[in-house]
Structure formats: C-alpha cells, structure tokens
C-alpha cells in the first residue's frame, strides 16, 4: 500500500478561500490526506524522506467542483464515457464532478447510481456524484424514490434538463425532498414558452428567422417554485442562471430568507446571443445565449454574491448531432477544459479575486453538497489543482480529452492553465506550459 | 360512577369537547366494557329505539361496531345502503334529511366522503347524528375507542407521548385524536414525510418529525395510519418499499419507542407497508385487536348518552 506516501508541494501560492488565504507557502500531503499547511512549513527544507513537487510560485488551489456535468454513459458512449470525462475533467482541473441523471437508463434507482459509482472508482480518475431525478423517468409526473436514492449516494435532484412542468407535482416534490434534507435543483426555463425555441428571443432570432426563447421564461419558473418554497420549506437550487431578470428574483428570494441558491456556466458571462452569428450550432445551448445586458448583469451577480457557483454544464453532442439546420441540432456546449481559464476572465478582467475564482468553483458547490472537499485543510482528502492563471492559450476542442468538440470557445484565446491536478493525494494529471 | 357530565345532542367532532365530556364518556364506556365481556350483555336501555346506519362511504368495521353496539343497547338497527339507495339516483343530502325525518328515528350515524356533510346533515333531522366519519375531518368515535385502549392500559391519558405516524394530511382518524390527546393533555408528536402533512397546524404543542428514528425516541404510544392506495404511487409517496423504509414501524424502528410502548392501528392494515406484518399480531405491543372490543363499548356510551340527552332536550 502506498497510503504513507508523503509530498511536499512547495513554492506555491496557496489559495483558500475558507480560510481566506492567498500567500505563498507549502502543503503537505499523506498518503489520501492533507496533513500540513503553512507559510512557514519547509522554510529549513524538507526532509529527504519526502517527495517535493516545486511548484514554481504557481497557484495551489483545492481541486475544483464541477456542479453540473452531463455524462453520456450509460447510453450515448459515443458522445461521452465516464473514462473520457474522467480524463477531461482531470485536465481542467477538476477534481470532483457531479453529472446529471439524463442518462440512458435515466438514474431514477439506486442501481443505475450504483453502476455509476462502481464504474468511475474503476478509471481513478475525477471524482463523480450523481444527482438522481425527481420524478420517475424524468417524467414530470410520480416521484422517484428519493429517500432510497438519498442513502444511497444521491447529491441531490433534479430533472436534469427538464423543468418539473406541473406545479403540484413540483410542491410534492419540494416538501418530499425537504423531508430527507435534500437539494432540488431546478432547470428554470417555462416549458410551454421555451416549446420549440432555439435562441434567445430578440433583434437577433428575428433577423435569423429562428424561434427565439424570451428572458421571462426564466423568471416565471423562479417566481413559481420561489412562491411554492414558501410553503414548502427545503433547499432549492436555480441551474445555469442566464438572465437579468432570474438573477433579480433570486436576489430578492434570498433576502426574503429562502434556502435558495443558484449557479451559472461561463457561457453566460463570457458570451452572447452574438455568437450564434451565421447559425453556429456549437452556441446552441440551454439555455440559450442572451443579450449583452443579461451577460452584463449575470457578472454583476457573480461579483455580490447572487450567484454562489459557476458549473461548466458540460454537454457532450457528436458531430451528427450538431451538423445540422440550426433548428434541429442539439442543445450544448462541453466545458469541463475551459472551465477554470474562462471563469479566470472574470479576474482578468478584475471583477473578482482568484480567491473569488476558487470559491465559486470549489468552496462553494462543496458546501452546497456536502462534500468534504472545497478547502486546504488538514485531514481533508488531498484534492489540489495547481495551474498558472496567467499563461495564455488559444482554445482548439479537437486537442481536447472529452470525446466530443463541441466547445462555444473554440477559437478563443483564454488565460490560465491547469498544470497539475491531485485526487486523493494523487496525481492524475500534470503538463508542462 | 361518576357523575356524568355530557349535554350534547350530537356528537360530531372531538374539537370544542372539554376534557371532563371526554373522561364521562370513557367512564362510561369502561362499565359496557365489563358488560360486553359478561354472559347477560344484552342490556335494554334503548329498547324501542330506531337507530339508522347512513354510511355514504364502503365500511365494515365502523358499521358493524355500530350496528352492535346498538344491539345490545337493545335498539333496532338499520343499515341503509345508501349505493343502492336513491343517493346514487341524485337525490341531495337535504332531501335525505327530509326523507328521514319522515320516519320517525333516534338516532342517525353518518359516515360520508365530504368534509362538513354530516353538520349540515344534523342541522336538517329531529334526531342525535353521529359522525362515523366525514371526509379527512373528524371521526370522533374512533378517537373515543383508541383513548380507552390507552387509558385502560396506561391509566391516563395526560402526560403521555404520543406518535401519530403516516398520511396526518388525509386522516380524519389523525384529526380527531390529535384533537382528543390535546384536550386530555398528552404529548402529540407527528410523523411523516412533508407530503403527508399539513402545512401549518392549527393547535399548539405538537411536535412534527419527518424522520422515525428520532420521532419515535422515548414514546409512549405509536399510533400507525393506514395509507390509502390511491396516494401510494405518484406525488405524495414514490413506492410502498420506500415508504415501508423510512415511515413503516418494525421491530428495530419500535426499539427507539419506550419498552412497554404500544402500538395502534385504526385498521384495516397494510401488511408490510406501515406495519410490518409480524409486529401487527405481536400482543406484547400491539393493541389493534383490543381497539376494535373498545370500539363497541364506546359507541355504546356514545348512543346511549345522545338518547338520553335527546329525550331530555325534547321535554
């Protein structure tokens, strides 16, 4: 067993932002676990019988939490594998990641996330959770035995993709999952607005003549579910916020004092509706790209608070699925490999702190699912990414791990690049500039 | 004997009862206890009475406890069978009522789907009603006959824990005992999962758990419900293995409860689904056998207390 194994990651800017820390020091690591931390730690060197990894004055951060991921196996291997996700995941830095349960069988029992669990501990690589869903086969109509699904590992629930349509459906479900402590995590999107739309709704889908998806739709869903969790009582998360008007209603819902929170994905604050330009499927998401003025206002919500999270909303479609008439090719974009570089924009661009950076994408999904995780902290298992936040490089999805291209940034130059990543005391990935 | 203490014409619900009507009425019911249990149980104190069973909703238990507590009362019982009857040809309650007062009957009990029928139902006759059970309100007779089971066993009612496990929100059989056990002072804990209870609860002093493993710690009384069949698959509860999981009592489950606690079920039981099957016949705990003996002696105390008080009002 190589449990006693020892590392010392030295000359490393640690970051964390539990404990508000961001100066250069070193980090020490045993067999799984971190066992010391410090400034001062290894200032008369370190002993022989460890193993040093000089980290070169770059940052040293814990491992980042990819909230919301979808993952195509079983069902779609060839779009995705839980392998070629590991592997990806890994690259970008992210040491634990928690996939939707839209897979094929959808993961409304316990022995679909069973299988799951089982099949990612196999390939050792990122660390992956698994949300179950609400309602049987994502269905919208009878619960899926959440209880059950809980004990068994469930990090949470939703239906994915799919918002819970029927508003008594979603009541029960709010008050079932509240009564195990659970989280519901909503795809705020009305369905019957949405029907059909492909776009952001605007000057823009109506020069492309595509049907477009108005902002409201997001605010009407958050309005709803925030009335029901009035009543209701239980933790509600709002996925991948895209607009103005959702961030307002969750602003406000949180300072009526409702468990609410919510995330976006850096396709929300790094592009726009623009980006579709002459139909470029791979900027067909869900939801869809917005104006300026949303992008605008999902940054200001990043920088108070509004918004808790950033996830990659990592999508895998093959090529046939997205060369196609812009109508009829599926929604998504991939993200696990830009995740950390484009959420670095943000500080780039000086609207956060890398401290900022970390706990969005680490910190904070950690604690809004319990994982022991998040934090540079003794006896934590040693999940670390270190990465250069300032090297410079130009996006190109066909060099990429995930078995899809479908990158909205390909061609994009972004900054910051993931060097090395640790789990469980382990190194799983590691590149030179 | 106490002294009885008891002036209603109607019994209709537990709510705005006071706690000595209560201890009259199981006082009472405690000496047809004995009497039931005795060769000369046929007694004639209603003799010449008419006593009508208008059950809107199926029922087998409830009807016949009814029917023979009336019997041996000495009264004359019938059942009428309102599927049969013109109810189902689209005649109104009102029109019942009429209907009935032309013949002339003492007493009427009522069971009917709708919350509020059987008020309304005894606002229209000139005799007693007795709520057999209206909609998910009240069905006062039953928390009568579960607070005799209790008190003969335990020898009071207040200051004692009390689990009410499983569908709070549709049980009028949980209405009226949480009514009950309030007024006579005991200690009312609900559990269940948030779809099975009410949103807010009108009453103090009760405690709400969504989890058996800390709800049934230190209980005196385990009160199981029964869950309809039309809630156990869709949005109030995901499966019957499930529900069976997280809010059926077993054995393990029961030793978080006091040693001596007992365990009650208004029947009729699903095996393996709030019960397991075993503990339902285990006489250590469970009294669900001795709630249905009390039940006739109640409704004895019941029918013969509205004659008498009847007969009283009318004169």
């Known amino acids: 067993m190589s449990t006693n194994i020892r590392v010392a990651y030295i000359n490393a800017r640690l970051l964390d932002p539990a404990s508000n820390l961001d100066s250069i020091g070193s980090l020490l690591t045993e067999g799984e676990y971190i066992v010391d931390i410090g400034s001062n730690l290894f200032q008369d060197g370190v002993p022989a019988d460890i193993q040093v990894i000089d980290c070169n ?251 808790d999270a950033i996830a990659s909303d990592h999508a895998p479609q093959d090529q046939d699925s997205k060369r196609l008439p812009f109508s009829q090719a599926e929604y998504g ?73 479908n990158s909205p940034f390909n061609g994009h130059y972004l900054r910051g690049k993931v060097l090395r990543t640790v789990i469980d005391g382990r190194t799983v990935f590691a590149t030179d500039v | 004997m106490n002294k009885l203490r008891f002036y209603h014409n109607h019994i209709l619900g537990i709510e705005g009862l006071e706690p000595q009507e209560i201890t009259s009425l199981l006082n009472l019911s405690d000496n047809f206890v004995e009497n039931n249990r005795s060769e000369h149980r046929k007694l004639n104190n209603l003799r010449g009475k008419t006593i009508v069973n208008l059950f809107f909703e199926t029922s087998t238990r409830t009807r016949t406890s009814f029917e023979l507590a009336g019997k041996n009362l000495g009264a004359d019982v019938v059942n009428m069978q309102v599927s049969t009857s013109s109810i189902s040809k689209g005649e109104t309650l009102i029109d019942t009522a009429i209907t009935l007062n032309a013949m002339n009957i003492d007493i009427l009990i009522v069971r009917h789907p709708e919350s509020g029928a059987v008020k309304l139902l005894s606002e229209k006759v000139n005799c007693s009603v007795i709520n057999a059970g209206d909609g998910t309100h009240e069905h006062p007779t039953q928390a009568l006959l579960d607070a005799l089971t209790i008190r003969r066993r335990k020898g009071h009612l207040n200051g004692l824990t009390v689990a009410i496990c499983g569908d709070i929100l549709h049980s009028r059989v949980a209405h009226s005992n949480i009514n009950l056990l309030n007024i006579m002072d005991a200690n009312v804990r609900l559990i269940a999962p948030l779809t099975l ?61 006091k040693s001596d606690a007992l365990i009650m079920h208004p029947g009729p039981i699903n095996r393996g689904f709030e019960l397991d099957s075993d503990l339902a016949d285990d006489v250590e705990h469970s009294v669900i056998r001795e709630q249905v003996e009390m039940g006739v002696a109640v409704r004895m105390a019941c029918l013969s207390v509205l004659i008498k008080n009847f007969d009283h009002n009318k004169s």
């Open chain 2, 197 to 257: 209870l009410p949103t807010q609860t009108h009453m103090h002093g009760i405690e709400i758990f969504h989890d058996m493993f800390t709800g049934l710690v230190g209980v005196d009384i385990i009160m199981i419900l029964r869950v309809q069949n039309e809630r156990m698959y869709g949005n109030f509860i995901p499966s019957i293995r499930e529900y069976f999981h997280f809010f059926g009592l077993d054995y393990e489950k029961l030793k978080l409860a």
């Open chain 1, 57 to 307: 004055g770059n940052c040293l951060a814990p491992g980042l939490i990819d909230m919301r991921v979808q993952l195509r196996e079983p069902g779609e291997e060839h779009k995705e594998t839980l392998y070629s996700a590991g592997k990806a995941a890994v690259a970008g830095g992210i040491t634990s990641m928690i996939c939707l349960p839209n897979t094929n069988p959808i993961i409304d029992n316990i022995a679909i996330l069973e299988f799951i669990s089982n099949r990612a501990r196999k390939n050792g690589l990122a660390k992956i959770y698994s949300y179950a869903s609400i309602t049987k086969q994502l269905a919208g109509k009878e619960l899926a035995e959440i209880g059950m699904l809980a004990e068994a590992g469930a990090l949470g629930f939703t239906d994915g993709t799919k918002v819970i349509r029927n508003t008594r459906v979603m009541r029960r479900a709010l008050s079932y999952i509240a009564t195990f402590d659970m989280m519901i995590l909503q795809h705020p999107e009305d369905p019957n607005l949405s029907e059909n739309g492909v776009m952001n709704e605007g000057k823009m889908s109506n020069r492309l003549g595509l049907t477009g998806i108005p902002t409201i739709a997001e605010a009407i869903i958050l309005e709803r579910d925030i009335r029901l969790l009035s009543i209701t009582g239980g933790k509600y998360h709002a996925s991948h916020l895209s607009t103005s008007l959702g961030v307002e209603v969750v602003r406000k819902a949180k300072l009526d004092g409702l468990q609410i929170t919510c995330d976006t994905a850096p396709p929300y604050f790094i592009l726009n509706e623009l980006a579709v330009g002459d139909y470029c499927t791979f900027s067909k998401l869900s939801p869809p790209l917005r104006s300026e003025f949303d992008r605008q206002s999902i940054i200001i919500a990043i920088k108070d608070g509004v918004i």
């Open chain 1, 333 to 405: 974009g991939i993200g696990l490999e830009t995740l950390l570089a484009t959420t670095l924009e943000l500080y780039h661009n000086n609207h956060i702190t890398l401290l900022k950076a970390i706990e969005l994408l680490s910190l904070n999904p950690a604690r809004l699912l319990k994982l022991s995780a998040g934090m540079l902290k003794i006896g934590i298992p040693a999940d670390l990414t270190i990465f250069d936040p300032n090297h410079s490089w130009l996006v190109n999805s066909e060099q990429f791990h995930s078995k899809s291209k």
